[in-house]
């Protein structure tokens, strides 16, 4: 049975994004792996889901990225040292407005 993450943000408390990165240490606490963990918000739901352009990273498919400081691969926590963002292939301007 794949595991899939998800929050169904935006309800109540949950926020979409932090929410994740709160679900993703739920599920490393639960026993998965950090790899695990990752793939059950990347790869597990687009290939559930038939989305065959997104959820990994290869030539061809969109650039959606979180680029973090750390290694989040040994240590799921690190995901929240985000340093840029990047959706279809553009980065995305994280400069809060005035």
Do not use: C, Q, Y
């Not at 240490?25 to 997104?54: I, N």
């Not at 959606?64 to 989040?72: A, C, E, I, Q």
């Amino acid at each position: 049975m794949p595991i899939l993450a998800g929050t169904d943000a935006p309800i109540r408390a949950n926020a979409n994004g932090v929410s994740m990165l709160a679900e993703l240490a739920h599920l490393v606490r639960a026993g998965l792996s950090p790899r695990a963990a990752l793939a059950a918000a990347t790869s597990a739901p687009a290939r559930e889901f038939g989305l065959t352009d997104r959820g990994r990273i290869a030539p061809g498919l969109r650039a959606d990225l979180l680029l973090v400081d750390g290694d989040p691969t040994t240590d799921i926590t690190d995901l929240r040292a985000i340093t840029a963002i990047w959706k279809n292939g553009h980065p995305v301007d994280r400069t809060p407005p005035e």
